[in-house]
């Protein structure tokens, strides 16, 4: 015997609220990280971040666009490929930390190299079953679209 859980989704207006704050805090870190203070304001980060913040920008743009879609339409599909489109960029800018890791903690007692490391590591991990999820959703979702 199998049961069946209904999936509820919020109302539109609860959705469109969230995507307008996730809107908003993209347009805040945009500014932060590129006006005021500025990315080079942070003291444990190197000149090679500047390598970085392209696919940063490029992530939090994509973020804003996919937000201002989805807070006129959010069709399931549309969540999910822009999920894809999100996690993917988040990916690429994750690898790119990784390969360039631009950042300098000084001498100290505690060893935050490899902590950021293992927090890399396992964001790296998460968006990659986060890219699975939301390409077996988005197949689910065109499946029910398309019936055969």
């Given at each position: 015997?199998?049961?069946?859980?209904?999936?509820?989704?919020?109302?539109?207006?609860?959705?469109?609220?969230?995507?307008?704050?996730?809107?908003?805090?993209?347009?805040?870190?945009?500014?932060?990280?590129?006006?005021?203070?500025?990315?080079?304001?942070?003291?444990?980060?190197?000149?090679d971040t500047s390598t970085i913040i392209p696919l940063v920008n490029a992530s939090l743009i994509v973020g804003l666009i996919v937000d201002a879609a989805q807070s006129v339409?959010?069709?399931?599909?549309?969540?999910?490929?822009?999920?894809?489109?999100?996690?993917?960029?988040?990916?690429?800018?994750?690898?790119?930390?990784?390969?360039?890791?631009?950042?300098?903690?000084?001498?100290?007692?505690?060893?935050?190299?490899?902590?950021?490391?293992?927090?890399?590591?396992?964001?790296?991990?998460?968006?990659?079953?986060?890219?699975?999820?939301?390409?077996?959703?988005?197949?689910?979702?065109?499946?029910?679209?398309?019936?055969?």
């Amino acid at each position: 015997m199998t049961t069946a859980t209904e999936h509820r989704r919020p109302s539109v207006a609860a959705r469109r609220f969230g995507y307008g704050i996730a809107a908003t805090i993209n347009v805040v870190l945009l500014y932060v990280v590129n006006v005021r203070p500025g990315w080079d304001a942070i003291p444990f980060l190197t000149p090679d971040t500047s390598t970085i913040i392209p696919l940063v920008n490029a992530s939090l743009i994509v973020g804003l666009i996919v937000d201002a879609a989805q807070s006129v339409r959010d069709p399931a599909w549309l969540v999910a490929l822009g999920g894809l489109a999100t996690t993917s960029i988040g990916l690429a800018v994750l690898t790119r930390t990784w390969q360039v890791f631009p950042f300098d903690f000084g001498d100290t007692s505690f060893n935050w190299a490899l902590l950021t490391r293992v927090g890399l590591a396992a964001c790296l991990a998460g968006a990659l079953i986060g890219l699975i999820a939301q390409a077996v959703t988005l197949v689910r979702t065109a499946a029910r679209a398309h019936p055969e």
